[in-house]
C-alpha cells in the first residue's frame, strides 16, 4: 500500500522529509518526487508548487506513474472561522472550487457541469485524523475547505466564501487534489493548519508562521501515519 503524501510549498513537506528514510528522487514534469519509508509504510512526497494546476499535475503523478492508493495533503490554511487562531488544525470533510465561475449559464458558484459542487474526504482518514487530534488535545475544527487560485488577503472575499459555500478554512490546491481522487476512485484527505486570516494583514501572518504551521500539520500527519 502506497501513500501519496502531498505539499504545495517545500516549507510544506520539508519537516515530513526530515522524519523519513528517503529512498529515491525522481524528477517529472518539474516537479521532485521522493518515495520514501516510513516504519512499515511505503510513501511517495512532493510538494506541487501553488495552486490548482500544478496540485492537480502532481496528484496525477503520485496515482498514474508511482502507483499511489491513498493520498494525504498536508499544508497551512487561512482562517475563516472566527474560532481558528494561527496554529490550528483543520481537517477538510468537504472542499469546493470558491473561483469557478459559469453563473452566466445559471450555474451555482462553484459548480462544473458532469462534476459535483463539493468533493467529500474519505471518512477512514479522516477519523484517523480526529482520533489523532483528539488524543495529543490539538486544537482542531472539521469542515469545508474552498480553494482558488487566490491568496486571499480581504475580509470582503473571505466573508464571501464563508457564506457562499459554508467554508471554515482556504487554500489553494485543496478541491484541485480532491477532483483528482474523485476521478480516479482514491481516497484522500487534507489536512490544513492555520497559517492566517484571509485578511488585510494575511500576507505577514503567512510569512511569519508558514514554517511553524507546516509543523504543526506535519505532525498530525504522522500520528496517523503511526495508527496505519
Ligand atoms: O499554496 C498557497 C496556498 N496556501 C494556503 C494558504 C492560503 N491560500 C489562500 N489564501 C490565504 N490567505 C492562504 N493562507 C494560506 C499557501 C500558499 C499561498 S501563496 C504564497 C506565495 C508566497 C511566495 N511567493 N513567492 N515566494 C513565496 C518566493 C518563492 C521563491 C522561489 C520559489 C518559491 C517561492
Not at 503524501?5 to 522524519?19: C, D, H, K, N, S
Not at 462534476?115 to 479522516?126: I, Q, V
Not at 469542515?143 to 488577503?153: C, E, K, L, R, S
Request: hydrophobic share 50%.
Amino acid at each position: 500500500m502506497k501513500i501519496a503524501i502531498l505539499g504545495a510549498m517545500v516549507e510544506e513537506i520539508t519537516p515530513i522529509l526530515a522524519r523519513v528514510q528517503i529512498q529515491k528522487e525522481h524528477e517529472i514534469g518539474h516537479n521532485r518526487y521522493y518515495e520514501a519509508c516510513y516504519k512499515n509504510l511505503e510513501l511517495v512526497i512532493a510538494y506541487s508548487k501553488i495552486g490548482k494546476v500544478n496540485a492537480a499535475l502532481s496528484a496525477s503523478v503520485m496515482f498514474l506513474h508511482f502507483g499511489a492508493q491513498k493520498l494525504i495533503f498536508s499544508g497551512v490554511a487561512g482562517g475563516i472561522a472566527e474560532s481558528l487562531k494561527v496554529g490550528d488544525l483543520v481537517v477538510a470533510d468537504k472542499l469546493c472550487q470558491h473561483d469557478v465561475d459559469i453563473t452566466a449559464f445559471g450555474h451555482p458558484f462553484g459548480f462544473i457541469p458532469e462534476t459535483t459542487l463539493f468533493y467529500e474526504a474519505d471518512s477512514g482518514l479522516n477519523v484517523l485524523a480526529i482520533n489523532a487530534a483528539k488524543s495529543c488535545n490539538l486544537r482542531f475544527q472539521i469542515g469545508t475547505i474552498a480553494t482558488g487560485d487566490q491568496f486571499i488577503a480581504s475580509p470582503e472575499r473571505k466573508n464571501w466564501v464563508a457564506k457562499q459555500f459554508n467554508a471554515i478554512a482556504l487554500e489553494m490546491e485543496g478541491a484541485a487534489v480532491a477532483a483528482i481522487c474523485a476521478a480516479l476512485g482514491k481516497p484522500f484527505c487534507v489536512l490544513r493548519a492555520i497559517s492566517d486570516a484571509a485578511d488585510a494583514d494575511a500576507n505577514v501572518s503567512f510569512d511569519t508562521f508558514l514554517e511553524k504551521s507546516a509543523r504543526e500539520s506535519a505532525d498530525l500527519l504522522f500520528l496517523m501515519l503511526e495508527q496505519m
